[in-house]
């Protein structure tokens, strides 16, 4: 059973920056596509990027094209997401998830591990 744990949410002006980081529990890590999603408050989650097994594949939401990096470090069984130029819009709860093995990264039906979630809040 993967374990995922966020952290690096937290409140920011719009137009600030945060990074989220996602650690995962095991080393199979580093075989699963990850990705993040979010929701916010009244609204359902949707997807915000993902990445596949290696890290050489990136996949983004258009309103996050940009703005946002996906990235990970497989020695570390982390994945990672700079968040720049934030928008009030922007403001959510973020979860990280991996996906099962061999699933491509916009396969959303794909993923099975699912973190607790981080708020992430940008004031106007």
């Known amino acids: 059973q993967v374990q995922l744990v966020e952290s690096g949410g937290g409140l920011v002006q719009a137009g600030g920056s945060l990074r989220l980081s996602c650690a995962a529990s095991?080393?199979?890590?580093?075989?699963?596509?990850m990705g993040w999603f979010r929701q916010a408050p009244g609204k359902e989650r949707e997807f915000v990027a993902s990445?596949?097994?290696?890290?050489?594949?990136?996949f983004y939401q258009d309103s996050v094209k940009g703005r946002f990096t996906i990235s990970r470090n497989n020695a570390k069984n982390t994945v990672y997401l700079q968040m720049n130029s934030l928008r009030p819009e922007d403001t959510a709860v973020y979860y990280c998830?991996?996906?099962?093995?061999?699933?491509?990264?916009?396969?959303?039906?794909?993923?099975?591990?699912w973190g607790q979630g981080t708020q992430v809040t940008v004031s106007s």
């Open positions: 998830a991996a996906s099962e093995a061999g699933r491509h990264p916009l396969d959303l039906y794909g993923y099975r591990y």
């Open positions: 095991e080393r199979t890590f580093s075989t699963n596509a």
């Open positions: 990445i596949n097994w290696s890290g050489g594949s990136t």
